[in-house]
């Protein structure tokens, strides 16, 4: 089984910054994306930015320029460093993995963390 554990969030102002940590364990397939997605109240969860093992990003327009995803493959984990916030920013930020493999797609999502930027 595997496990996704966000940590980083928290309470901000306006024009701050933040760096999101997500701690994997488990059995996880070596070649995979690793990413970070949003849900703000009352709207849809929505993609943040995503990093693969080959280093390919995919990045959301609100997110390019202000956010940066990194990952640290050996450990394994995946970071946001956040900066420039805003108060639309504010959503709770999950994390995911996933890959293919013979059997089928994997996924998974870690608990959630909140990130509330104040104006």
């Known amino acids: 089984q595997v496990q996704l554990v966000e940590s980083g969030g928290g309470l901000v102002q306006a024009g701050g910054s933040l760096r999101l940590s997500c701690a994997a364990s488990?059995?996880?397939?070596?070649?995979?994306?690793m990413g970070w997605y949003r849900q703000a109240p009352g709207k849809r969860r929505e993609l943040v930015a995503t990093?693969?093992?080959?280093?390919?990003?995919n990045y959301a327009e609100f997110a390019k320029g202000r956010f940066t995803i990194s990952r640290d493959n050996a450990k394994p984990t995946v970071y946001l460093q956040m900066s420039s916030l805003k108060p639309e920013d504010t959503a709770v930020y999950y994390c995911?993995?996933?890959?293919?493999?013979?059997?089928?797609?994997?996924?998974?999502w870690g608990q959630g963390t909140q990130v509330t930027v104040s104006s």
């Open positions: 995911n993995v996933n890959w293919i493999q013979i059997l089928g797609r994997y996924e998974y």
């Open positions: 990093l693969s093992t080959g280093g390919g990003t």
């Open positions: 488990g059995t996880i397939f070596s070649i995979n994306t």
